[in-house]
């Protein structure tokens, strides 16, 4: 009876969350009992038992109180290690074919289970030290691309192969396939045979090869290997030689079921100059993209790269940096490694004007930046509103949409707090913060929509804020709900 709740409200929570997410971090939870209100659920470990009271902890309890009619607490704690062999995960039984669910398991306790195995193998000389799934930030914008590298890691060769991850320069592609290599290699007394290279290095092998006649050799290195990790497979593109051999090499590590992964600044598709069964062979396997992080996920960057700095980073910084460097993760922790250099080297504490003048270079200053009122003209001229309508309690689809336009732009462009963006919106700061995370996702998933508001921005740098002019309805370009 009581397991059948907790299936009921797994359910509820899988159709809330999505797939992905349920059985990356749902589906591995154990369900012990349900006594006097109170739920116990074990989690595999501390960091995965964290991440999932904050993030989820709210959303369990709101659906076990629905099936059960009444207010429902759950107390999460951690698996002891002895007994939670035995254990049923969060859908009531043993999931044998969750692959990204048993990676996950596997890869952040991966630290403590192969300590004394890791130390039998020198490390892999072509894979960077720092490139772990442990140093790994998982967000909203690379959740599929991080389940289904833990699969693969766990499970090479089979379910995902190739695994083709693509997205934008600085966004976490190289690191992410650098922590499945590092995987594969230290997962056995003997180790997996793994090669990483970036494909630009593998046409000039290919190149030297020909040229010393000693295509057998080229030949037996890549084909005798047990994963082969290319990193930007796009420079491939219109090299029709190098293709050539990158097909023949591919057939023979698949039919073997030696595992493939691939990165690209783009999808097989989308790269000119691809030969048709190449970019077939491609999508054969499992695509994943990889999106430029949410506020929430470059905020978890910063504090992750400040703890291994061993600097320490308040919250209001973590805040504002996160805020005004939105493009990649690269630029984040270069901002980061700004910072503790600095603080290093002077002593000082980071508080909020040692951050402002360390990044000055980086973030626009505050007297560069629009006021809140310049935003929401720029806004309403753009969108053809009123800006009393704006400000106004109005909630029709337009309206209601471009006002959270205003919101995400006043957040990104000015200085202010949630709290002061939402006086002068006439709404509570919880109102701006959904505001800006419903818009923040769309620009990332939405090219069209993106570029819409970097038309509004660069209007904004270059307008002074005393010169904004009043509200012409007949001006400025026309912004409607783009792509609905």
Known sequence: MVDGVWQKAAERIRASLGQ??????????????????????????RFFCDWVKDRYLELMQQMLSTEVGGTVEVSLTVREAAGSSNRSNGNGSRSSNDLASKAMVKATMATGSRANEAERRPPHPELNPRFTFAQFVVGSSNQLAHAAALAVAERPGEKYNPLFIYGGVGLGKTHLVTAIGHQLWNSSTTGRRVLFMPA????????????????????QRFRRIDALILDDIQFLAGRERTQEEFFHTFNALHS?????????????REISGLEERLRNRFESGLIADIAAPDLETRIAILQKKAALEGLTLPGEVAMYAAQNICANVRELEGCLTRLAALASLTGAPTTMEFARQALRDLIPTYESKPG???????????????????????????????????MYLCRKLTSNSFPSIGEHFGRDHSTVIHAFNLIERRVNNDAAFRLLLEKIERGLKHVPTNAIPGNRRDSGPSVRQAGG
């Not at 591995?28 to 739920?39: R, S, V």
């Not at 073997?256 to 097989?268: A, F, G, N, V």
């Not at 310049?374 to 471009?402: E, N, P, W, Y």
């Open 20 to 45: 992905v997410v349920y059985e990356t971090w749902i589906s591995p939870l154990n369900f012990i009992d349900l006594h006097g209100g109170t739920a116990t659920i074990e989690a595999p470990n």
């Open 200 to 219: 630009e290095t593998f046409m000039n092998e290919l190149i030297s090869s020909i040229r010393r006649e000693r295509m057998g050799e080229f030949k």
């Open 256 to 268: 073997e079921r030696h595992q493939i992964i691939l990165t690209s600044d783009k999808m097989p």
């Open 372 to 406: 809140i009122e310049a935003v929401q003209r720029a806004v309403a001229d753009s969108f053809h509103i009123h800006l009393a309508d704006l400000k106004s309690k109005k909630r029709t689809q337009h309206v209601a949409f471009g006002r959270q336009v205003a």
